[in-house]
């Protein structure tokens, strides 16, 4: 094959728009194409290593955070187990705990008042009891009564099982203006709403004061009043009340 410094002045390629060797390409594209990239290697080069620095940079970063991790579990594991374990101490000397190691009686000290729970304001109701014909101590039977009187108060909740249904009758009135009839609600009543105003308060309230699930407030519900509603109603519940309450919030922010 002669070199291109052999060929004469006038030569030209027959194959010059349709090169065989280079799958039907044109010469002169493929050589636009080399000039164009020639020298683009040490470009990519430089990219290259600019991404190998960044690499090694995130890799360095992820093992001071693990090492850090690392630091701040057993920090907590030891502040776990410092708060739970015993806190029994070594008596003193000149103390009132004795050579054998005993240590002194539990409760308030000597010639300090009792605490005593404050006696409710007033009583709901009363139940008399009779007084026992069997001594509950020794069971003797034939017991006489006496005069003298002992009073227990005790507090406690009123839990009742059922739910309270009210069905609102509405008397409707005629609009001129709107040319339709118009009611207005009734007291206590949500419009457009099946459960009431004091269920949907208390969820809220155990949601929100007592941190519990809308799935335990859902449970809750079931057991104690028989009032069912799937957890996503409870969570239907807050976003009402947000919405409703968007006013009185501009209004105290205002």
Known sequence: ???FTDLDAEFICPYRDGCPYLEGLSTQWVWEQYQATAGSECHYEYILEQQNQELAKIH???RELELENHQLRAQLHAL???QFKGRHKAPIAGSRE???GKSKKRG?????????????QHIDRMIPVQAPERCPHCHRSGLPPVKAIHDHVQEDIV???RTVVTCYRYQQAHCPDCDREVWQPGPGELPGAYIGPAAKATAIYL???LN???RKISEFFADFFGLRFVPASAYGFERQAVRRGTPLYTDLRD
């Open 60 to 62: 360095a970063q992820n």
């Open 1 to 3: 094959m002669p070199r």
């Open 159 to 161: 839990l009742e099982p």
């Open 212 to 214: 519990a699930s809308d």
């Open 98 to 100: 004795g050579p054998a």
């Open 207 to 209: 949601r929100y004061k």
């Open 80 to 82: 776990h187990q410092r």
């Open 108 to 120: 308030a000290p000597v010639g300090h008042p009792p605490w005593q729970r404050a006696k409710p």
